[in-house]
């Protein structure tokens, strides 16, 4: 018998043989050192393959498992909120928002205005602070669905809070910080801006997204101090997407708080969840106080917290701030390859990590103008399994 | 078509590993813990033999999990839940694999080549010389492409048979014999003169 070929014998070495191919195999086999050894050898190292693996302990198993948990359940609470708390994420962020006309303006001002009045530092206005500014009103939708239209009007790229910030939220009217840039820190020490801001870039560039940690704030912010510059530089390739790095930022602000630390979410592109990870990083105080954005509230576990107007939000220490908002559309901004800008990507990160797998590369040279629901829709059930097995 | 609508529903209602993500995403820690604990070391170690660091390997298995449950509802019945495990591991990996490849990025170590370094089989009994050879394979298994990898790993280590390979990853049997026998060839062709014994 003419020897079989490699493939048949494999077939024969993963037991998918049978009846008379089977037969004739062992046969042959019997007969044929040549494939007897093709046979063992390939047995042999294929076993010695299979046995050298070593799992990290047990430990560590429990560990991931008692993580991934709360992420998942944390995770589940978010989705629970997601069209509010992807809202206020994306209206201090710097998602472009545009809000639909009505009783969500005044919501979302009610929550700016309930917490401007909480905040009872002393502002200053922080280097390279720019006002807000209405969304272009080209980006107002009326109607709900998907809308996408030419990429013109936003280019990804452009810096944050002239193209971030909810329509209809007048500065002049109302007096608003949680736009980019409008509250500003009193006092941050030189060394501590630095020390900071490494900080907060080593988070940047390990999650892949970007945002501002302002530590505790000692002493006066020297006049040459440029917080969030740090956020702004990661060069192009360094962040796990590939993508260049935070963009649409350029107003972070330090604000003061005694004793603990504040998270100034202005800068585009830092996820509730990585906001309050990068809070317990650092470190909290023993009032377990949240501090996203300009969101200053303190309160215990699950506790209630009730804003104006009926605006419910829930603190969790070393977890999240979950505020309520609705009827929000967000403008979401892919480029010429597909990639969303930072702030889109944030949105998308807060939703889903997986998002990549249902989007990435859908959208080129799109602005989708789509309600936030529908987002989450995109990115939850958006499309089949990903990654056809190419080789 | 309502009828099979309603079988579909049923056939997943009964699977129990469905039931377990389906109470743990409802926040059932003892339900996630047997979930997780079930499949956690099968899809750690499909992730890390495709992408060669822990970090990755972790990240993907979290993110399997996280996937799972995301997608439970679109599970289809006639799979069977770990194949689907697979699947979405397998996916994630390829993904990370294709990801790093693009960022340039190299995981594994330097390429390594077995030439001249013949084990024989009385060297195999022996435990340097088994590591010595486990080492050149897995340096050649990270050379194949993501998806030769995958089917690669799914055989060998995992042991699945064609068809559990071809479930998992959603390819015909014909494609995994095809990429199997490409997989070995290559990783054989890697190992060179190490197999002169044998050959």
């Given at each position: 018998m003419k020897c079989p070929d490699f493939e048949r014998l494999m077939l024969f070495l993963d037991g998918e043989l049978s009846g008379e191919e089977l037969s004739s195999i062992e046969e042959h086999l019997d007969s044929c050192s040549s494939c007897r050894r093709v046979v063992e050898s390939q047995r042999m190292l294929e076993k010695s393959w299979r046995d050298d693996f070593a799992f990290p302990a047990t430990m560590e198993f429990r560990r991931r498992e008692?993580?991934?948990?709360?992420?998942?359940?944390?995770?589940?609470?978010?989705?629970?909120l997601v069209p509010a708390a992807a809202g206020i994420i994306a209206a201090l962020l710097g998602v472009?928002?545009?809000?639909?006309?009505?009783?969500?303006?005044?919501?979302?001002s009610a929550i700016a205005r309930s917490m401007n009045e909480d905040h009872t530092m002393e502002d200053v206005e922080a280097p390279g602070t720019d006002r807000s500014e209405a969304a272009p009103e080209e980006l107002l939708e009326e109607e709900s669905g998907f809308r996408t239209m030419s990429d013109s009007m936003h280019q990804p790229g452009m810096t944050g809070s002239t193209e971030q910030t909810a329509a209809g939220m007048d500065s002049s009217s109302t007096p608003v910080r949680t736009a980019a840039g409008e509250s500003a820190s009193r006092s941050v020490a030189a060394d501590e801006v630095e020390e900071v801001s490494q900080e907060a870039t080593e988070v940047f560039l390990e999650r892949g997204s970007g945002g501002a940690v302002a530590g505790e704030c000692v002493g006066?912010?020297?006049?040459?101090?440029?917080?969030?510059?740090?956020?702004?530089?990661a060069p192009a390739g360094e962040?796990?997407?590939?993508?260049?790095?935070?963009?649409?930022?350029?107003?972070?602000?330090?604000?003061?708080?005694?004793?603990?630390?504040?998270?100034?979410?202005d800068t585009a592109g830092l996820s509730l969840a990585e906001t309050v990870s990068s809070t317990v990083a650092v470190e909290q105080d023993d009032q377990e106080s949240i501090s996203s954005g300009i969101v200053a509230e303190t309160g215990e576990e699950g506790e209630e917290l009730q804003l104006e107007q009926a605006q419910t939000c829930f603190c969790y220490p070393d977890d999240s701030f979950y505020g309520y908002a609705e009827d929000i559309t967000v403008c979401m901004v892919f480029d010429s390859l597909g990639m969303p800008d930072s702030s889109t990507a944030a949105l998308l990160d807060s939703l889903s990590p997986c998002w990549r797998d249902y989007i990435q590369y859908e959208f080129k040279d799109t602005v989708l103008v789509i309600p936030l629901a529908d987002v989450n829709d995109l990115v939850l059930h958006g499309g089949s399994m990903p990654a056809e097995m190419m080789e | 078509m309502l009828l099979g609508v309603l079988l579909m529903t049923a056939m997943a209602e009964e699977n129990p590993d469905i039931d377990l993500l389906r109470k743990a995403k409802n926040g059932d820690r003892d339900a996630f813990g047997e979930l997780f604990r079930k499949y956690e070391k099968r899809v750690f170690r499909v992730a890390r033999r495709m992408c060669g660091s822990d970090d990755e390997a972790w990240d993907i298995t979290q993110d399997a999990f996280i996937r799972a449950m995301e997608a439970m509802d679109r599970f289809d019945p006639q799979y069977r839940f770990f194949t689907w495990m697979y699947r979405i591991t397998a996916n994630l990996a390829i993904n990370y694999?294709?990801?790093?490849?693009?960022?340039?990025?190299?995981?594994?170590?330097?390429?390594?080549?077995?030439?001249?370094?013949?084990?024989?089989?009385?060297?195999?009994?022996?435990?340097?010389?088994?590591?010595?050879?486990?080492?050149?394979?897995?340096?050649?298994?990270?050379?194949?492409?993501?998806?030769l990898r995958a089917v690669f790993v799914l055989r060998v280590d995992q042991q699945l048979s064609y068809s559990e390979i071809a479930e998992s990853l959603d390819i015909a049997i014909g494609t995994v014999m095809s990429r199997l026998n490409r997989a070995r060839s290559r990783v054989r062709e890697e190992l060179g003169s190490m197999l002169g014994e044998f050959e």
């Amino acid at each position: 018998m003419k020897c079989p070929d490699f493939e048949r014998l494999m077939l024969f070495l993963d037991g998918e043989l049978s009846g008379e191919e089977l037969s004739s195999i062992e046969e042959h086999l019997d007969s044929c050192s040549s494939c007897r050894r093709v046979v063992e050898s390939q047995r042999m190292l294929e076993k010695s393959w299979r046995d050298d693996f070593a799992f990290p302990a047990t430990m560590e198993f429990r560990r991931r498992e008692d993580q991934l948990f709360r992420r998942i359940h944390r995770r589940s609470r978010w989705k629970m909120l997601v069209p509010a708390a992807a809202g206020i994420i994306a209206a201090l962020l710097g998602v472009k928002l545009i809000m639909n006309a009505g009783p969500s303006i005044d919501r979302v001002s009610a929550i700016a205005r309930s917490m401007n009045e909480d905040h009872t530092m002393e502002d200053v206005e922080a280097p390279g602070t720019d006002r807000s500014e209405a969304a272009p009103e080209e980006l107002l939708e009326e109607e709900s669905g998907f809308r996408t239209m030419s990429d013109s009007m936003h280019q990804p790229g452009m810096t944050g809070s002239t193209e971030q910030t909810a329509a209809g939220m007048d500065s002049s009217s109302t007096p608003v910080r949680t736009a980019a840039g409008e509250s500003a820190s009193r006092s941050v020490a030189a060394d501590e801006v630095e020390e900071v801001s490494q900080e907060a870039t080593e988070v940047f560039l390990e999650r892949g997204s970007g945002g501002a940690v302002a530590g505790e704030c000692v002493g006066d912010l020297p006049e040459s101090a440029e917080p969030a510059a740090s956020f702004e530089t990661a060069p192009a390739g360094e962040l796990e997407d590939g993508s260049e790095g935070l963009v649409g930022s350029g107003n972070a602000a330090y604000r003061s708080i005694e004793n603990q630390i504040s998270l100034d979410s202005d800068t585009a592109g830092l996820s509730l969840a990585e906001t309050v990870s990068s809070t317990v990083a650092v470190e909290q105080d023993d009032q377990e106080s949240i501090s996203s954005g300009i969101v200053a509230e303190t309160g215990e576990e699950g506790e209630e917290l009730q804003l104006e107007q009926a605006q419910t939000c829930f603190c969790y220490p070393d977890d999240s701030f979950y505020g309520y908002a609705e009827d929000i559309t967000v403008c979401m901004v892919f480029d010429s390859l597909g990639m969303p800008d930072s702030s889109t990507a944030a949105l998308l990160d807060s939703l889903s990590p997986c998002w990549r797998d249902y989007i990435q590369y859908e959208f080129k040279d799109t602005v989708l103008v789509i309600p936030l629901a529908d987002v989450n829709d995109l990115v939850l059930h958006g499309g089949s399994m990903p990654a056809e097995m190419m080789e | 078509m309502l009828l099979g609508v309603l079988l579909m529903t049923a056939m997943a209602e009964e699977n129990p590993d469905i039931d377990l993500l389906r109470k743990a995403k409802n926040g059932d820690r003892d339900a996630f813990g047997e979930l997780f604990r079930k499949y956690e070391k099968r899809v750690f170690r499909v992730a890390r033999r495709m992408c060669g660091s822990d970090d990755e390997a972790w990240d993907i298995t979290q993110d399997a999990f996280i996937r799972a449950m995301e997608a439970m509802d679109r599970f289809d019945p006639q799979y069977r839940f770990f194949t689907w495990m697979y699947r979405i591991t397998a996916n994630l990996a390829i993904n990370y694999s294709r990801k790093r490849k693009r960022r340039g990025e190299v995981h594994f170590e330097e390429a390594y080549s077995a030439e001249g370094q013949q084990v024989t089989r009385a060297q195999l009994a022996d435990r340097a010389a088994t590591e010595q050879l486990a080492e050149a394979v897995s340096r050649a298994v990270e050379k194949l492409s993501p998806a030769l990898r995958a089917v690669f790993v799914l055989r060998v280590d995992q042991q699945l048979s064609y068809s559990e390979i071809a479930e998992s990853l959603d390819i015909a049997i014909g494609t995994v014999m095809s990429r199997l026998n490409r997989a070995r060839s290559r990783v054989r062709e890697e190992l060179g003169s190490m197999l002169g014994e044998f050959e």
